[in-house]
């Protein structure tokens, strides 16, 4: 074999150092087999290059909460979630699940206290009275806060500070004679006019806020429909004068006067 031939033999030659061809891009020559390129020489795989050694940053949970309430009052429970408040806090996802299980229940610590902020009013010591009381207590509070409606329509979250309301109201009821079973279900009823009440005022504050020139409910009702709906046509021009022209409080006390009324034809149920 002569000189030129064996020069063309070794080019052909696979490098044994690298595994590869003499001048393979993305592995120079000397480097270890399974070194890859970018890492240095000794640095053990699985380490990322140029990141910190050490334990993972120490989150304040009281930072954790504060952010994440300030998001659901500025922007609504759908923009919360764990990795919205990691990235707001300079962190990881997984960091914030060192202290809450999931999203729920960061929901449930940026409710916790809510309640606490406003005193306890005096109550009436009549049971009635005190009943009413409670409830109109529970649709102010609600009504300075109503990011709380958001989450608590998610069910079963709710604020600890808050079930002192939900104990009067099942006390009075059944001092009032119902039963427990028709106190608790005094109890939802009063809930759902409250919840439903403060729901309809946000809409109607937002609907006023951003008017549109369609016609909604009642303007969409016209002389048109006079045959088919002959009451609505005729107080429709008035309808929002006379949805909002009521006391909560009033109405509050007819919901309970019709509860116990019921409660005291002497069902058992």
């Not at 050490?54 to 304040?60: E, M, Q, S, T």
């Not at 309430?69 to 923009?79: D, H, K, L, P």
């Given at each position: 074999m002569s000189g030129t031939e064996k020069t063309e033999k070794t080019k052909k030659m696979k490098n044994p150092v690298t595994g590869g061809k003499p001048g393979t891009p993305g592995q120079p020559a000397g480097r270890p087999v399974g070194q890859p390129a970018g890492r240095p020489v000794g640095q053990p795989?699985?380490?990322?290059?140029?990141?910190?050694?050490?334990?993972?940053?120490?989150?304040?949970?009281?930072?954790?909460?504060?952010?994440?309430?300030?998001?659901?009052?500025?922007?609504?429970?759908?923009?919360?979630?764990?990795?919205?408040?990691?990235?707001?806090?300079?962190?990881?996802?997984?960091?914030?699940?060192?202290?809450?299980?999931?999203?729920?229940?960061?929901?449930?610590?940026?409710?916790s206290g809510t309640a606490a902020a406003f005193p306890r009013p005096e109550l009436p010591e009549d049971p009635r009275e005190r009943l009413v009381a409670v409830a109109a207590h529970m649709h102010d509070i609600i009504g300075r806060i109503p990011w709380v409606l958001d989450i608590l329509a998610l069910g079963e979250l709710t604020d600890r500070n808050a079930l002192w309301m939900v104990e009067e109201i099942i006390d009075c009821a059944l001092a009032c004679g119902l039963s427990p079973a028709r106190s608790v279900r005094a109890y939802r009823t009063i809930w759902s006019y409250v919840y439903g009440d403060l729901v309809f005022r946000r809409a109607a504050a937002r609907r006023a806020e951003n008017p549109s020139r369609r016609e909604f409910f009642p303007e969409m009702v016209t002389e048109k429909d006079a045959a088919e709906l002959p009451r609505l046509t005729e107080v429709k021009d008035r309808w929002r004068e006379y949805a909002a022209d009521y006391e909560t409080v009033e109405e509050l006390d007819a919901i309970v006067d019709g509860l116990l009324r019921r409660g005291s034809r002497g069902a058992k149920a």
């Open positions: 795989a699985g380490r990322p290059v140029g990141r910190p050694v050490g334990r993972p940053r120490r989150l304040d949970p009281e930072v954790m909460v504060a952010t994440a309430r300030r998001i659901v009052e500025e922007e609504g429970v759908a923009a919360l979630s764990m990795r919205r408040v990691a990235k707001e806090l300079g962190s990881t996802p997984m960091a914030l699940y060192h202290y809450v299980r999931d999203k729920d229940e960061l929901l449930m610590l940026t409710l």
